[in-house]
């Protein structure tokens, strides 16, 4: 993924927490910012659904952004955030200001101690490109 993006226009940064990269922030020569949060598919939050395609099609599903991770990316001024899934190479792209807005998040959950509370966005607020199929 990230090889595609190198070239003279692209500065990436990868982000760290407790030690672990999370993901990183894409920074264009004319001053746009794009931070991308690794996740796998079954990191998505699927309710009480057991399936994820059961909860896709319930409109249950959402993605979680950790509070401390949103409240970085205001720091940084960082308006465009993503979800990177690292097994299929899809990207789920959405404002930070949709993270933000009481009136759009699903919810917030405590997922463990080490990561804290996440705030859940469905996905109906995230653009997806498909990464590539390998058939």
């Not at 399936?51 to 952004?65: K, R, T």
Request: proline share 2%.
């Amino acid at each position: 993924m990230l090889k595609r993006l190198k070239n003279k226009e692209l500065k990436i940064e990868q982000v760290k927490y407790n030690g672990r990269k999370v993901g990183c922030i894409i920074h264009w020569l004319d001053g746009r910012k794009l931070y991308l949060h690794y996740r796998t598919m079954r990191e998505m939050w699927r309710g009480e659904f057991s399936g994820i395609n059961e909860a896709i099609s319930n409109d249950a599903a959402a993605w979680g952004l950790e509070t401390i991770m949103i409240a970085r990316l205001t720091r940084l001024k960082i308006d465009v955030v993503g979800i990177y899934i690292t097994g299929t190479k899809d990207y789920y792209v959405t404002t930070l200001a949709n993270f933000t807005d009481p009136d759009k998040v699903l919810k917030k959950i405590k997922s463990t101690p080490r990561l804290g509370v996440q705030k859940l966005l469905p996905l109906s607020f995230f653009h997806l490109k498909r990464g590539k199929v390998m058939i």
